[in-house]
């Protein structure tokens, strides 16, 4: 007896095996003509940083960073969370990371230009993204099944791990997930100790492509003990800037490098302080896409 299977039938079971080959690297690779086993990726987030501060402070290595990277500098684009949480939850679970869709700004900052990720959707299965990923829970599990070492370092309180309401970065995203007290934005050193930690990792040392974050908390309130001003902000992200060598010294030799920050913060604008509620002071931060390469930032960095 011949089984006929009607037309619908068969497309979702066709569906249904590509979403099942897709977690082969292999397959993937094939489908979508991308080869990203070389290409590792660095998201940095300084929290709390507000885009007239980046633009202000005096960060010579972060200058010198841009370029040897032939950056054209701090992009203003629109955060998509108005504290830490929601803003790193669309960046690492949908791919959609803070953005200005308006004609004269450039790609990837245009997500209408270019998207840089792009999680596969229950109604959108396509993706034209830079770094397509499979489907997957999330774009940071999306890595892992292409073979990349997911790696994070949390800094502000929403990252600790120990905490019910703050442990999903373990549980639901990174292979690998560092978060202490003494990273936090409590700690005048919490950087530094980051970065030791980092080093222990031996990233620099990783054969295979890597999907690293690090949330960087020192530029939160209380900018290490600078004061909660502009003034404060700022000299919390030139310490940051000083310590930028040590940080490229431990990370891999190339790699895309996103640096930006997850929401801005009010210091007195319209009676407002802090964050967590809108403002445009919130929502407008600064961004930078770099393609990081050990030898041009050095010779740059050799340079008066």
């Known amino acids: 007896m011949r089984l006929s299977v009607p037309f619908a039938g068969r497309f979702r079971l066709l569906g249904r095996l590509d979403l099942f080959l897709e977690r082969f690297p292999g397959y993937f690779r094939a489908k979508y003509e991308t080869d990203l086993s070389r290409e590792s990726i660095v998201v940095v987030t300084l929290d709390s940083l507000r885009f007239d501060v980046a633009q202000q402070a ?22 998509h969370g108005t504290y830490t949480l929601p803003s790193h939850i669309s960046m690492f679970h949908a791919g959609i990371f803070p953005c200005d869709n308006r004609p004269d700004i450039p790609p990837p900052y245009n997500r209408e230009k270019e998207k840089l990720f792009k999680a596969q959707l229950a109604w959108e299965r396509t993706t034209g993204a830079r770094f397509p990923t499979p489907a997957a829970p999330n774009i940071v599990r999306g890595f892992e099944r292409l ?11 929403w990252f600790n791990d120990s905490f019910i309401t703050s442990d999903l970065w373990k549980k639901q995203y990174f292979r690998e997930f560092h978060w202490q007290e003494d990273f936090s934005e409590t700690c005048n050193r919490a950087f530094e100790n980051q970065i030791n930690r980092i080093k222990e990792l031996r990233l620099h040392r990783e054969k295979r492509p890597v999907f690293f974050f690090l949330n960087v908390a020192a530029t939160h309130t209380p900018y290490m003990g600078f004061g909660k001003s502009l003034t404060g902000q700022k000299k919390a992200l030139e310490y940051v800037d000083s310590l930028v060598p040590e940080l490229l010294d431990v990370l891999p030799g190339r790699f895309l490098m996103l640096l930006l920050s997850d929401h ?4 007195g604008e319209d009676g407002l302080w802090g964050h967590s509620f809108y403002h445009p002071s919130i929502m407008e931060v600064p961004f930078a896409c ?3 390469q050990k030898n041009r930032w050095l010779s740059e960095r050799g340079r008066p």
């Open 58 to 79: 005096e960060t010579p290595n972060i200058r010198k960073l841009f370029q040897a990277s032939a950056a054209d500098g701090w992009i203003k684009v629109g955060s």
């Open 264 to 267: 801005g913060e009010c210091f």
């Open 290 to 292: 770099l393609e990081y």
């Open 147 to 157: 073979g990349y070492r997911t790696v994070g370092v949390g800094g502000v309180h």
